[in-house]
């Protein structure tokens, strides 16, 4: 059974502090347990910048407080993001993701170490490693890829595909590539609903993968430009566009798999996962804006175990206070609000040998 350790708001709202308590806990700096050995190594501090326009994602604050944590362990951090599939938005390529980046505080300076993006340069550069059912590869993000050690911080919020998204969706999409992140869209398909179509084009028009054009008032795709990124499938607003009766649950297993790959990589590395539960919105940081919060805020979970860590926040997400303009009750909100399971993912990635959905909550 995983441990996993529970800072909790309403005990305390020192959130710096909070930090330290968990990371001494989880790599062992307080004496207790097994310490994990930082010193001299490149640590990768994941976590995600926030679109441009979004204002829920993890503050640069306390991405620094990891940072003076790996140095106080005699550890080089650099934190780490990828570029974005979705081709709307700010974080496409490498030169937009830092502009991004440093609009929303993230800064060298103010972290206090340098900032890399990790597939760079083109949003490719990665390692291979094998798929599954859903995916063919998964292709790990080269900074990342290359780094000692992780520390994966995760803002724990709805996901419209994955129900919720925290530690195992941020191993999937935001440790891997631009041509993973499409295997992984790409297991919920592309469905064209013919007799809802008008013909409008505004599908094609927003196709940036020069993947959609139209044919006789009607929309072709050409499969292998496509990157199943559903920007036509938002635009249309006729319904036309749409996903496998399946979808969400394919993507999910996909997104297991994909996260199960970043994990063999990083294989006898030391990995730390934090998941931050306050600002809890329907959608993800991809989002601008995410949408209003869901539930009172809750605390902030740390394990070395990601699936114990995602289990636990579901747990405790479903436990709070929710804001009752949501009109959900438990189990799993998220997944209600999104019209899916969340724990779909967290299962598989059980099944596939990433950790277990059993854990013991230690508050701290």
């Not at 441990?3 to 020192?14: I, K, Q, R, W």
């Not at 295997?183 to 505004?202: D, M």
């Amino acid at each position: 059974m995983s441990e996993v350790y529970f800072f909790d708001f309403a005990e305390s709202d020192d959130v710096l502090v909070g930090i330290d308590k968990l990371l001494e806990r989880c790599t062992g700096a307080c004496g207790g347990g097994e310490r994990i050995g930082l010193e001299g190594k490149r640590v990768a501090v994941k976590a995600h910048f926030g679109e441009l326009g979004n204002y829920t994602h993890i503050r640069p604050a306390f991405v620094r407080r990891v940072v003076d944590h790996v140095k106080s362990m005699g550890g080089t951090p650099f934190a780490t993001e990828t570029t974005a599939l979705y081709p709307e938005g700010a974080r496409v390529t490498v030169e937009e993701s830092l502009r991004t980046a440093a609009y929303n505080g993230f800064t060298e300076e103010g972290l206090g170490c340098p900032i890399l993006i990790a597939d760079a340069p083109d949003g490719y550069s990665g390692t291979v490693t094998g798929g599954g059912r859903f995916v063919n590869f998964v292709k790990v993000a080269r900074a990342i890829a290359d780094a000692d050690a992780m520390i994966v911080l995760s803002h724990v919020k709805g996901h419209v595909l994955s129900g919720i998204g925290g530690a195992i969706k941020n191993l999937a999409m935001g440790c891997t590539t631009k041509d993973c992140k499409r295997e992984q869209h790409k297991a919920h398909g592309i469905v064209f609903h013919e007799e809802k179509c008008t013909g409008c084009g505004s599908c094609a028009e927003v196709c940036r993968f020069s993947a959609l054009k139209m044919v006789e008032g009607r929309p072709v795709w050409d499969w292998d430009r496509c990157f199943y990124c559903s920007t036509c499938r938002f635009r249309c607003e006729y319904g036309a566009i749409g996903i496998l009766e399946d979808g969400k649950e394919r993507f999910q297993k996909g997104m297991a798999e994909a996260a199960a790959g970043v994990m063999r990589v990083m294989e006898g590395k030391a990995t730390v996962f934090l998941n931050f539960i306050f600002d809890v919105t329907p959608l993800c940081d991809c989002a601008a804006p995410a949408g209003s919060i869901v539930v009172q805020n809750v605390g902030i979970l740390a394990s070395r175990d990601p699936v114990a860590v995602d289990a636990a926040a579901i747990h405790l997400i479903d436990s709070a206070e929710a804001f009752p303009s949501w009109g959900v009750s438990p189990p799993d909100i998220l997944g209600k609000i999104n019209r899916t399971d969340s724990w779909i993912h967290i299962k598989e990635a059980e099944r596939l040998g990433m950790g277990s959905c059993k854990y013991r909550l230690v508050r701290i």
